[in-house]
Structures are given as structure tokens and as C-alpha cells.
């Protein structure tokens, strides 16, 4: 989250294009490395015999560390120089004036990129389209739940705006009236904790404090 941040203020500081796209079933992608056996519904294996896992699958405990060791060793074939800061953020440049920059989450790429001059950034996409099946969501300016909108040149806007929405709606709070923040007069104590074990029960079904 912080690497993101930084790499939005960053883009907005030099007035870089953003782009966020994404790898259809990415774990389906990445070679399962060790030995993992599974059933199959409706399909029992012979007496002493199981179906081997050939490629990671949605579920399975290697999937994400598989997909981590499949992708990063293409971005530094490709040219990406990995962050010692962060090992999820990645350069590549062209240039002083043409450069890109990935910030990546599991299969989610946030990219940002120079703006008149763009080899890196056409380097990168015709790159990722070649090796794997991508795809941009209609919500496209949507990253691990964050909305960025750029409002002019040097200006930007992050906000969780549909997050909240989404809560408000699970916790039935839509048609509730709208209240500044901070309340004015509300003051919470310790001893407003739960104490008895059937509060902490109920208390640690709710995803708030």
C-alpha cells in the first residue's frame, strides 16, 4: 500500500500516465513445483493412484508463491530493475525521459509511465499481452480497491469511495442520515471494552473498532 501511494505521488509529481491492468487466472499460469495430489469429483482414480497437479491451481497453498517466482523473472528478463525497498515495484528505463514504473499486486499491475516518450510503457504491455491473456475492467482506474482519478496536470485523487458504499450496504446503514466526522461529545474509554467472552465472541465478528 505505502509502495503505491509513493509511486501515485510520484506519478503525479512528474505528471506520468497510469494505467492498471490485470492477468486472467495468473495462478493457472505458474508450474506447480512440488508434489501436490487431488481428487476429482466424478472421477475416481484407480486403486494406490491420484490425479498430480501439473500447474498451480486457485486454492492451493504454492499457488501464489509459484505465480511470484513465474512473473519476476520475466520482468527482469524484460529489462525491470527490482526495488531492494519493496520487491514488488519495478523499473524499467528506456531514457532519462522515458521510463516506467510497475507496482504489482499478485496479478495486478499499476503502471505508471513517461508521457512523450513511451518505449518502456510499449515495451512492458506488448510483453504481457504476448505471454499471458490480460484483461482492463471497466472500473479500470480501480486498484486493490482504490480509485485514482487524476482531476488536472500535477493533481490526483484517491479515495475508497466504493469500499464504503459496499460496507454501508452489508451492514443495512444506506438509509441512515449523514453525519459530520469526528462526533462532537463521544468519548471512548477502555472500559467500553468487551469483557465478558460472549462480547468478544460477537465483537470479533465485526470488521470495525
Known amino acids: 500500500m505505502q509502495t503505491f501511494r509513493y509511486q501515485m505521488a510520484h506519478a503525479t509529481q512528474h505528471?506520468?500516465?497510469?494505467?492498471?491492468?490485470?492477468?486472467?487466472?495468473?495462478?493457472?499460469?505458474?508450474?506447480?513445483?512440488?508434489?501436490?495430489?487431488?481428487?476429482?469429483?466424478?472421477?475416481?482414480?484407480?486403486?494406490?493412484?491420484?490425479?498430480?497437479?501439473?500447474?498451480s491451481l486457485y486454492g492451493t497453498k504454492q499457488a501464489g508463491h509459484n505465480w511470484h517466482h513465474h512473473i519476476i523473472p520475466l520482468l527482469l528478463k524484460w529489462g525491470f530493475k527490482q526495488s531492494s525497498a519493496d520487491p514488488c515495484?519495478?523499473?524499467?528505463?528506456?531514457?532519462?525521459?522515458?521510463?516506467?514504473?510497475i507496482c504489482l499486486f499478485v496479478d495486478d499491475f499499476s503502471i505508471t509511465s513517461t508521457r512523450l516518450s513511451t518505449k518502456s510503457?510499449?515495451?512492458?504491455?506488448?510483453?504481457?499481452?504476448?505471454?499471458?491473456?490480460?484483461?482492463?475492467?471497466?472500473?479500470?482506474?480501480?486498484?486493490?480497491?482504490?480509485?485514482?482519478?487524476?482531476?488536472?496536470?500535477?493533481?490526483?485523487?484517491?479515495?475508497?469511495?466504493?469500499?464504503v458504499i459496499d460496507m454501508l450496504h452489508m451492514y443495512g446503514f444506506t438509509s441512515l442520515r449523514p453525519a459530520s466526522t469526528p462526533p462532537s461529545g463521544t468519548i471512548l474509554t477502555k472500559e467500553q471494552c468487551p469483557v465478558e467472552q460472549s462480547e468478544k465472541a460477537a465483537m470479533a465478528q465485526v470488521p470495525y473498532r
Open 121 to 163: 510503457r510499449d515495451n512492458f504491455f506488448n510483453k504481457l499481452t504476448t505471454a499471458f491473456k490480460t484483461s482492463k475492467a471497466d472500473d479500470n482506474n480501480v486498484y486493490i480497491g482504490i480509485r485514482c482519478r487524476q482531476l488536472g496536470e500535477h493533481l490526483r485523487f484517491l479515495d475508497q469511495e466504493r469500499y
Open 89 to 101: 515495484n519495478f523499473r524499467h528505463e528506456t531514457s532519462t525521459n522515458d521510463y516506467a514504473v
Open 15 to 55: 505528471n506520468l500516465l497510469h494505467e492498471i491492468i490485470d492477468v486472467k487466472s495468473a495462478y493457472l499460469e505458474a508450474k506447480m513445483k512440488m508434489p501436490v495430489y487431488i481428487t476429482i469429483p466424478g472421477h475416481p482414480a484407480p486403486p494406490g493412484q491420484a490425479a498430480r497437479l501439473i500447474t
